[in-house]
């Protein structure tokens, strides 16, 4: 689970939902004190739980709801049941439970503060739920994606990654190579060629590609949403997928397109860069 993946709209749908799970612990109904000359007894007013049906209809149906939206949010790859997306599940679970809030409260002679506090909670559960993946604003990611460690000036090695940097698992980061030797050959990997070893001609750009531009710098960027990296000879099927918090390379522009290289060192075109955030 990729909790980056998350956006303002479910951070709502959170909160929205812990709000709904309080209120299920406080009254249902306002009863006042009842008093015969100097005896008082106060009604033992019920909660939630002591109604079964308010409880499964109402606040475990919107809490339900609010957990399916944000798992399928977290997930790389949707999930689906019976043809129906796990969020688009979650959405009219929280429909359904503001539903019943509504004329639950209003058939009521005197709602308590756990009825008004649910009824409230689940309107905003529900409007989080439907608004959020509409929303500019609640589309926006609900964590930023760290930045990539900057090593002062002069600690590194002209052209070095820092320490742990992108595209070197576990850590591990190139040696500085002395004055003279053959550098990476990012047409084989960005594997240094070996001794001796003829340096082999980079493979021509497919044809309707286009160069990329000529004042292009390579630069670091994170997606704010999962997005498909596509091969560069133009098929359809992705060879994979960006996840947000997670720094790309992008090594080459083409058009509004970018040419970005994942972890393992697969290059690919980004035809959505709408919302990217440079490094």
Same mark, same amino acid.
């Given at each position: ?63 339900? $709801? ?5 798992? /399928?949010?977290?997930? *790389? +790859? @949707?999930?689906?049941? %019976? #043809?129906? =997306?796990?969020? !688009? ?75 742990? $940097? ?5 850590? /591990?980061?190139?040696? *500085? +190579? @002395?004055?003279?030797? %053959? #550098?990476? =050959?990012?047409? !084989? ?75 393992? $060192? ?10 990217? +955030?440079?490094?």
């Amino acid at each position: 689970m990729n909790i980056r993946s998350l956006t303002r709209g479910d951070g709502v749908v959170i909160g929205a939902a812990v709000v709904l799970f309080i209120a299920s612990f406080l009254d249902l109904y306002s009863v006042d004190n009842a008093c015969v000359g100097s005896i008082c007894s106060h009604a033992n007013v019920p909660n939630a739980w002591d109604a079964l049906g308010l409880l499964m209809s109402m606040f475990l149906a919107g809490i339900i $709801g609010a957990v399916l939206i944000v798992v /399928a949010r977290s997930l *790389p +790859q @949707p999930k689906k049941i %019976a #043809g129906m =997306d796990l969020a !688009q599940f979650g959405t009219a679970f929280t429909i359904f439970s503001a539903w019943t809030a509504f004329w639950t409260i209003i058939d009521m002679d005197s709602a308590g503060a756990g009825m008004i506090l649910g009824l409230i909670s689940t309107l905003v559960l529900a409007a989080g739920a439907v608004a959020g993946p509409m929303v500019a604003a609640l589309k926006a990611p609900l964590m930023g994606a760290p930045r990539p460690a900057v090593a002062p000036y002069g600690a590194q090695p002209y052209g070095a990654q820092p320490a742990g $940097g992108y595209g070197y698992p576990g850590g /591990a980061q190139p040696q *500085p +190579q @002395p004055y003279g030797a %053959a #550098g990476a =050959d990012p047409s !084989q990997g960005g594997q240094t060629p070996a001794p001796g070893a003829a340096a082999q001609p980079a493979p021509a750009p497919a044809a309707g590609a286009g160069a990329p531009a000529g004042d292009f710098a390579p630069f670091w960027f994170a997606v704010p949403v999962a997005r498909p990296l596509y091969p560069e000879d133009g098929s359809p099927t992705p060879i994979a997928e960006l996840a947000p918090g997670t720094w790309y390379l992008a090594v080459e522009q083409r058009g509004a397109a970018l040419v970005a290289q994942t972890q393992d $060192g697969r290059r690919g075109v980004l035809q959505d860069t709408t919302g990217i +955030q440079r490094g």
